[in-house]
């Protein structure tokens, strides 16, 4: 039976000294020609969050309309509110904003 208690699997390379891996370790963390870089954080362009918006906004009043009532021309008016923001939302591309 192998020996579960040290690390590595069979065939493996021994590891380096110890000296050696802090000086591995330190050397990634401490790289100043790497090219890369963490990715600039995207959140959508602002005319996508007037879109989702009117569109959130549009089924809040339109199920509180229909709570509270039912109030259909208050419902209906929410409807017409939510379809201004889908078009918003499909004219604008709003699909390219996952990026």
Do not use: K
């Not at 790497?34 to 959508?44: A, F, K, L, T």
């Amino acid at each position: 039976m192998s020996n579960q208690v040290e690390p590595g699997t069979i065939g493996a390379a021994p590891e380096p000294a110890e000296s050696g891996h802090r000086q591995q370790l330190a050397g990634l963390s401490q790289e100043p020609d790497s090219p890369w870089s963490p990715p600039r954080p995207y959140h959508g362009r602002t005319v996508s969050w007037v879109a989702v918006s009117l569109i959130m906004v549009a089924f809040l009043i339109g199920g509180l309309a229909l709570i509270f009532g039912p109030t259909w021309w208050l419902f209906w008016v929410s409807i017409g509110i939510a379809a201004v923001g889908g078009l918003i939302a499909l004219f604008t591309n709003i699909f390219e904003d996952w990026y």
